[in-house]
């Protein structure tokens, strides 16, 4: 399987923790949409017409802000270049706020058929916090009215807010809960560089919640979701039975995947690229025919590094076996000597031919992978 992502590099405005790349001017939103109509045409070869493609992903930015008849352009284009599955999952995120008379149902028309919500939070004054463009009587409106449209819907929530308590997370789970998701994402706020947020923490405007009280809200978010029958599947990923994201899954299992529009990674076996992260840029490189994507080869020790960091973060854990089969013997040893410190010290485990992270552990994945990454190849 293989899969398409659309990135909309537009945002009606910032939020105080996000670097994605997007722009709060839709001035130049359709000539960007037609450029990522030539872009998917210039680049049909970059899959083969045999693989067949069973996602498609609007993300961004705020790919709410197109309208159904934009969003299906860009399904069909797709179609008329890949080989797309009958079957394919289509998934569009979706600001609250951006909801509007049939904006769902005509969604739906045109192909969509899972929506992933961003409501980060139930709570008015978190979402003030974080600059987010919609309001929480918003959140509630949209998963109100999602109810009989779609069976397959994600929403997400954010928890490690600075100010939140345990009393407040768990009411942000509880009201999401009640909307019956197939699918949630949560996610640990991080502070990333450059960002609004990061300039109020330094700054002193805004104290980071501590790390105790941020262990309590995901002890709570993950114990209370599996109680719920949801299959945490991923560090960051809850779906009910046979509602796992297939967009997601394909870029864990390192399916190959095609990124369009500004800033669009894709990756296809041994070589990764990326679009530039400029729109003005990226559309004289569609007219033009100059380049607008940087490529790069991986070694060995990258693929082997990248599948450390998903495997950690994954139920099923990092394969010995795959390992072997992809890698080699030498990394196998490798990885079985460099393991032994975060077994003794039960942060990692072993069940039967696989590592995975232990329960107490999970908050320090990234930490973990790290230490076990192959250095100077």
């Known amino acids: ?21 997007f722009s709060t001017s839709l001035k130049h939103k359709n000539p960007i949409l037609d450029a990522m109509l030539s872009e998917l045409k210039l680049r049909k070869a970059e899959l083969p017409n045999n693989e067949a493609i069973k996602s498609i992903y609007f993300g961004g930015g705020t790919p709410s802000l197109l309208t159904p008849a934009e969003v299906k352009g860009l399904i069909n284009e797709a179609k008329r270049n890949f080989n797309v599955a009958a079957d394919a999952e ?21 192909g969509v058929n899972r929506l992933s919500i961003g409501i980060q939070s139930f709570h008015e004054e978190e979402l003030k916090l974080m600059n987010r463009a919609h309001n929480a ?22 928890f490690g807010l600075p100010n939140s308590t345990s009393e407040s997370w768990q009411k942000n789970v509880e009201h999401a809960l009640q909307f019956n998701p197939a699918h949630i994402s949560s996610y640990l706020l991080t502070v990333e560089p450059k960002t609004v947020l990061n300039h109020q923490i330094d700054n002193k405007q805004i104290e980071v919640l501590g790390d105790e009280e941020v262990l309590t809200q995901f002890n709570f978010l993950v114990d209370r979701l599996l109680a719920e029958g949801y299959d945490h599947y991923e560090l960051s990923s809850f779906g009910k039975p046979g509602f796992r994201s297939v967009n997601n899954t394909a870029y864990w299992s390192e399916k190959p995947y095609l990124g369009i529009g500004p800033s669009a990674h894709s990756f296809k076996g041994e070589t990764r690229s990326w679009n530039i992260s400029n729109n003005a840029q990226y559309l004289k490189g569609i007219s033009a025919h100059k380049p607008f994507i940087e490529r790069e080869k991986l070694s060995v020790a990258d693929r082997y590094n990248e599948y450390i960091m998903i495997g950690l973060r994954m139920q099923n854990g990092i394969s010995l076996d795959y390992i072997e089969n992809n890698f080699g013997s030498d990394y196998k040893a490798l990885l079985i000597k460099g393991v032994q410190s975060q077994i003794a010290s039960q942060l990692l485990y072993w069940d039967g031919n696989f590592l995975k992270v232990s329960r107490n552990a999970m908050m320090l994945v990234d930490g973990l992978a790290s230490d076990l990454f192959k250095l100077n190849a």
């Open 90 to 110: 289509i998934t569009l995120e979706m600001n609250p706020d951006d909801d509007r008379p049939n904006y769902l149902e005509e969604l739906k028309a045109v």
């Open 1 to 21: 399987m293989a899969a398409i992502y659309f990135h909309v590099p537009f945002c009606k405005q910032a939020c105080h923790y996000c670097n994605f790349h």
């Open 137 to 158: 009587q918003e959140a509630f409106d949209v998963l109100d009215r999602i109810q009989g449209l779609y069976d397959n819907f994600s929403l997400d929530l954010i």
